[in-house]
């Protein structure tokens, strides 16, 4: 028997917490929608209804595991001195973070047996939330982000360039700072105005 639940819980809630579980325990390439339904004592029929199939899932665990990430990073990226500084750590920990289980899920690279392919449907949601991300760095450094730069293009190259650092291997094995000399050298230059990019001086922090 399935469970009947009262009105004021979200099924779709209870799928969604059942789903992460079971990606968190197996994988996500190894979790079927049959399992996820089982978790969360639903019929199969049921996590179709309200959710969709295998894709659609992943994708909505994903960006609730990322929204929960941002949501921490946040007040973080808003105690920096400068723009650059708030980008550098804006890509550094969420790259980490994909790299780690946090965010794995991810651009979900294992599951499609390609590096750096995501799951149908990922970009724009995720452009979308890196975009609202830019633009409120923009108003919190006035002046410091290039004139040239609208936050929902930044936010789509930022995902492009979170999972290129993510699931791409250098051949020269970088450590840490490599890596923030690397985004500071190629990333951030394309973001900050002029002023901002000949005065930066910045001081790395640690996620």
């Known amino acids: 028997m399935y469970t009947r639940w ?28 049959e399992e996820v339904a089982a978790a969360a004592n639903v019929s199969r029929i049921t996590v179709y209804r309200r959710i969709g199939n295998r894709d659609q899932l992943v994708l909505l665990v994903l960006l609730r595991v990322t929204d929960r990430f941002l949501s921490t990073l946040r007040p973080r990226l808003m105690a920096e001195s400068t723009l650059a500084e708030a980008l550098l750590l804006l890509v550094r920990s969420t790259a980490r973070a994909v790299r780690r289980e946090d965010l794995s899920l991810l651009f ?45 293009e930044a936010g789509e190259w930022l995902v492009r360039v979170i999972v290129s650092l993510a699931t791409f291997e250098r051949m020269d094995k970088p450590n840490e700072a490599d890596t923030d000399r ?8 394309a973001f900050l105005a002029d002023r901002a990019r000949a005065g930066r001086n910045l001081r790395v922090t640690r996620s």
């Open 6 to 33: 009262p009105e004021n819980v979200d099924v779709d809630d209870v799928i969604l917490d059942a789903a992460e579980r079971c990606f968190t325990d197996a994988g996500v390439a190894s979790t079927t929608i």
């Open 108 to 152: 979900a690279s294992t599951e499609r047996g390609a590096i750096g392919v995501p799951i149908p449907g990922v970009v724009a949601p995720m452009t979308d939330r890196f975009g609202g991300i830019v633009a409120m760095l923009a108003d919190q450094f006035p002046a410091q982000l290039s004139d040239d730069i609208r936050p929902a």
């Open 182 to 189: 690397w985004i500071q050298t190629f990333v951030l230059p």
